[in-house]
């Protein structure tokens, strides 16, 4: 048909887990901002969630334009 919801899906969970990732690591040594979430780097983390869940759907959407 046309556009499959999983590109733009995949592409902007992968945008925002690099960002989210990339903020995560530059924060890290900061303890005073990871003390309401005792003391996990939830950015680092949902970063990371994000990322995996964006590649996942961009592998979605390559494997079935191989298989069409």
Do not use: C, H
Not at 13 to 27: E, Q
Not at 42 to 64: E, P, Q, T, Y
Request: proline fraction near 3%.
């Amino acid at each position: 048909m046309g556009l499959d919801i999983k590109y733009p899906i995949g592409l902007m969970f992968t945008l925002m887990g690099i960002v989210l990732t990339i903020y995560g690591l530059a924060t890290m040594s900061d303890p005073t901002l990871y003390q309401k979430s005792f003391q996990i780097n939830i950015n680092l983390w949902s970063g990371i969630g994000m990322l995996i869940f964006g590649l996942i759907m961009l592998a979605l959407v390559k494997r079935n334009k191989k298989a069409e």
